[in-house]
C-alpha cells in the first residue's frame, strides 16, 4: 500500500515551505535534545523527536494541513517548521512555529508564517486563527507582534499549563 500526501509547496522571498521529511530529522533532534527546544515540549530524547516527525505529517493526513519544512532558498539549509496546527484537545485552530538555532533572528518565522495563514485563509476558508505562546517565550510573542497578532487570554492547556492565546487579525484585516 502506497500512502501519498498532498502537501502544497509554498514560497516566500527567501524559503521553499515543503513537506517534512527523514532528512530534517539530524537537525530536530539537535534542536530537541537542547534547551532551545523548552518552549516546544523539549528536550526530549531522538527517539521521541522522530515520533513529533510523524505527528506532524500525521497531522496533514487527519486534518489536510500541516507544520512546513522550511528550507532557505539559498542555501538549501533546514530552518525549521511553520504552519498550521489543531490536533484533539486543542484550543483552536493555530498558525505556529518553531525555528531551528541558526535560524532565529532573520525573520524566517514572519515571512513563514504571513504564507501559512494566508494559505489558512484563502486556501481553507480560516475565518480566525490563534497562536499559543508560551508566557516566558519573548521571541515568540515578538513574531506574533509582526505578524499584528494580539494578545487575548491566558488558556490552562492539559500538556504544557497557563499558555498564552495571541489571535491573529481576521483575512479582510491582512489579505
Not at 63 to 92: C, I, M, N
Request: hydrophobic share 40%; glycine share 8%.
Amino acid at each position: 500500500m502506497t500512502l501519498s500526501l498532498n502537501i502544497p509547496v509554498l514560497t516566500t522571498d527567501r524559503l521553499i515551505m515543503r513537506a517534512p521529511c527523514e532528512a530534517d530529522f539530524t537537525a530536530e533532534a539537535d534542536f530537541y535534545t537542547s534547551d532551545a527546544s523548552k518552549f516546544v515540549g523539549g528536550p526530549m530524547p531522538a527517539h521521541r523527536t522522530w515520533r513529533l516527525l510523524a505527528t506532524i505529517l500525521g497531522h496533514w493526513v487527519m486534518r489536510g494541513y500541516g507544520f512546513w519544512a522550511l528550507e532557505d532558498k539559498a542555501t538549501g539549509t533546514y530552518q525549521g517548521r511553520v504552519g498550521l496546527w489543531f490536533p484533539h484537545g486543542w484550543s483552536e485552530r493555530e498558525i505556529g512555529w518553531t525555528l531551528m538555532p541558526n535560524a532565529i533572528g532573520k525573520g524566517f518565522a514572519t515571512e513563514a508564517a504571513v504564507a501559512a495563514r494566508t494559505h489558512a485563509y484563502r486556501s481553507l476558508g480560516w475565518e480566525t486563527a490563534i497562536s499559543q505562546i508560551d508566557p516566558k517565550n519573548e521571541a515568540s510573542k515578538a513574531v506574533a507582534h509582526r505578524l499584528d497578532a494580539q494578545f487575548e487570554t491566558m488558556y490552562d492547556d492539559p500538556e504544557y499549563g497557563p499558555t498564552e492565546i495571541w489571535r491573529h487579525p481576521a483575512p479582510e484585516d491582512c489579505l
